[in-house]
């Protein structure tokens, strides 16, 4: 059986109607053109490729596509997947049916990370205790994951998309990128179970794959509390910031002053705060417990912020000359010119004053350092936000740091507010 018997300039000088051989069951077909604009006094020609072939005793034929639009050398390629096809009693055009119905049906099924974690939230929500778990797997997958993974096929999904996501917060959030971790894994397996994904290794597996890259804690372990300086010493320490003009001691007074953490506040914008009710609202993707936080402003962080506002160049509250929030290594260069102490430690030193000066119930410190607590009567108290008390507290802190013990404001109170019951 010759074949490879046409050449691409024969084809294109062919002007004869007809059926041409190229040998194999390969034809190319050149008619008149029915365009509208073929010319009156002489038709257009056009040429495509079609593929002949008989099976079971019936004769067929199928197109391969246009002259202009389709090579010969591939023309050749796919007469010869039909020639095998036709060997091996296969019908090529009822299995290109079947194909571009299978094609359709995978198609359907693919589902994208979002659509996954939907699903998986909606299947497990009434499992967990509390509207709580909700949110924050909603708030931890929008904010970390789905910029990344958010509008991928779960099945296209690889160990370098995770380490995308992780490599940014491992460090500086560990606990919150685990959780993130976590919870990419569940909703992959569940892809998995699904048939969403092909079966094989998870790529946000932890064991003998991400702990190949990441340093965890292990459960149990104790933690290395950071170095803090004592409350009693708090407010010495506090006036010498005070006569410090630059930015980064003007963020570090914002950090005492508010009890939050350093990360909180560098990267905190005016759009945050609202002067009128004096409250910063911290949004739940730069909070620890990936939960929104509230944050009373006393009268000391009220003045602060009309000090940066002075010097405002950009969204930031405490902004560099780069546009950019101004640096950690900044703010801590500040505290470690007198001790050495870290910046974090501040919390401590503010709950170890609140335990130990005033009589405000647990609950209402520790939310105001937006620890999460494990009771359910106290979570439930804790999502009230408790914040007319909180305010009263961190006021009291503020009037300790500017002046120590000299106001009788910060002393025990006198009837100790009533615990949850």
């Given at each position: 059986?010759?074949?490879?018997?046409?050449?691409?300039?024969?084809?294109?000088?062919?002007?004869?109607?007809?059926?041409?051989?190229?040998?194999?069951?390969?034809?190319?077909?050149?008619?008149?053109?029915?365009?509208?604009?073929?010319?009156?006094?002489?038709?257009?020609l056009t040429k495509s490729y079609i593929f002949r072939y008989t099976i079971e005793g019936r004769a067929r034929s199928m197109g391969l596509g246009s002259f202009n639009s389709v090579d010969?050398?591939?023309?050749?390629?796919?007469?010869?997947?039909?020639?095998?096809?036709?060997?091996?009693?296969?019908?090529?055009?009822?299995?290109?049916?079947?194909?571009?119905?299978?094609?359709?049906?995978?198609?359907?099924?693919?589902?994208?990370?979002?659509?996954?974690?939907?699903?998986?939230?909606?299947?497990?929500?009434?499992?967990?205790?509390?509207?709580?778990?909700?949110?924050?797997?909603?708030?931890?997958?929008?904010?970390?994951?789905?910029?990344?993974?958010?509008?991928?096929?779960?099945?296209?999904?690889?160990?370098k998309h995770v380490l995308k996501i992780l490599d940014p917060i491992w460090g500086e959030k560990t606990v919150t990128a685990n959780r993130v971790r976590q919870r990419i894994e569940s909703?992959?397996?569940?892809?998995?179970?699904?048939?969403?994904?092909?079966?094989?290794?998870?790529?946000?597996?932890?064991?003998?794959?991400?702990?190949?890259?990441?340093?965890?804690?292990?459960?149990?372990?104790?933690?290395?509390?950071?170095?803090?300086?004592?409350?009693?010493?708090?407010?010495?320490?506090?006036?010498?910031?005070?006569?410090?003009?630059?930015?980064?001691?003007?963020?570090?007074?914002?950090?005492?002053?508010?009890?939050?953490?350093?990360?909180?506040?560098?990267?905190?914008?005016?759009?945050?705060?609202?002067?009128?009710?004096?409250?910063?609202?911290?949004?739940?993707?730069?909070?620890?417990?990936?939960?929104q936080h509230e944050v009373p402003l006393s009268p000391e962080a009220i003045r602060i912020l009309k000090m940066a506002q002075k010097n405002s160049h950009n969204k930031y509250i405490f902004?560099?000359?780069?546009?950019?929030?101004?640096?950690?290594?900044?703010?801590?260069?500040?505290?470690?010119?007198?001790?050495?102490?870290?910046?974090?430690?501040?919390?401590?030193?503010?709950?170890?004053?609140?335990?130990?000066?005033?009589?405000?119930?647990?609950?209402?410190?520790?939310?105001?350092?937006?620890?999460?607590?494990?009771?359910?009567?106290?979570?439930?108290?804790?999502?009230?936000?408790?914040?007319?008390?909180?305010?009263?507290?961190?006021?009291?802190?503020?009037?300790?740091?500017?002046?120590?013990?000299?106001?009788?404001?910060?002393?025990?109170?006198?009837?100790?507010?009533?615990?949850?019951?």
């Amino acid at each position: 059986m010759a074949l490879n018997k046409l050449s691409p300039t024969e084809i294109k000088h062919k002007k004869k109607v007809g059926l041409f051989s190229d040998g194999g069951g390969l034809y190319v077909q050149v008619r008149k053109s029915t365009s509208n604009k073929a010319s009156k006094k002489k038709a257009d020609l056009t040429k495509s490729y079609i593929f002949r072939y008989t099976i079971e005793g019936r004769a067929r034929s199928m197109g391969l596509g246009s002259f202009n639009s389709v090579d010969l050398d591939e023309a050749r390629g796919e007469a010869r997947k039909y020639r095998a096809l036709v060997k091996r009693k296969i019908d090529p055009l009822q299995h290109n049916r079947r194909m571009a119905s299978k094609d359709a049906a995978d198609a359907a099924e693919d589902k994208s990370f979002r659509e996954c974690a939907q699903k998986f939230i909606e299947k497990r929500k009434s499992e967990w205790k509390n509207h709580k778990s909700e949110s924050q797997w909603r708030n931890t997958l929008e904010t970390y994951a789905n910029p990344v993974i958010g509008d991928m096929f779960v099945r296209d999904i690889e160990r370098k998309h995770v380490l995308k996501i992780l490599d940014p917060i491992w460090g500086e959030k560990t606990v919150t990128a685990n959780r993130v971790r976590q919870r990419i894994e569940s909703v992959l397996d569940y892809a998995t179970v699904r048939e969403w994904r092909d079966q094989g290794a998870n790529p946000a597996k932890w064991e003998g794959n991400l702990d190949k890259t990441y340093i965890k804690r292990p459960d149990g372990k104790k933690v290395k509390h950071l170095a803090s300086l004592p409350y009693q010493d708090v407010p010495k320490f506090y006036e010498l910031l005070k006569e410090q003009d630059a930015l980064a001691a003007l963020a570090l007074r914002f950090i005492i002053i508010t009890a939050t953490r350093v990360g909180e506040t560098r990267n905190g914008t005016w759009d945050e705060v609202d002067f009128e009710t004096k409250k910063w609202t911290i949004p739940a993707a730069r909070m620890k417990e990936g939960e929104q936080h509230e944050v009373p402003l006393s009268p000391e962080a009220i003045r602060i912020l009309k000090m940066a506002q002075k010097n405002s160049h950009n969204k930031y509250i405490f902004n560099s000359h780069l546009n950019r929030p101004v640096g950690e290594s900044t703010i801590r260069k500040v505290l470690q010119k007198h001790h050495s102490a870290t910046v974090h430690g501040f919390r401590s030193s503010f709950r170890m004053w609140a335990a130990e000066q005033t009589s405000y119930p647990r609950e209402v410190c520790e939310t105001a350092l937006a620890h999460g607590l494990a009771n359910g009567v106290e979570a439930a108290y804790q999502r009230s936000k408790l914040f007319p008390k909180r305010q009263r507290l961190m006021d009291a802190w503020a009037q300790y740091c500017l002046n120590g013990n000299k106001t009788a404001k910060i002393l025990p109170l006198k009837k100790p507010e009533s615990a949850v019951r």
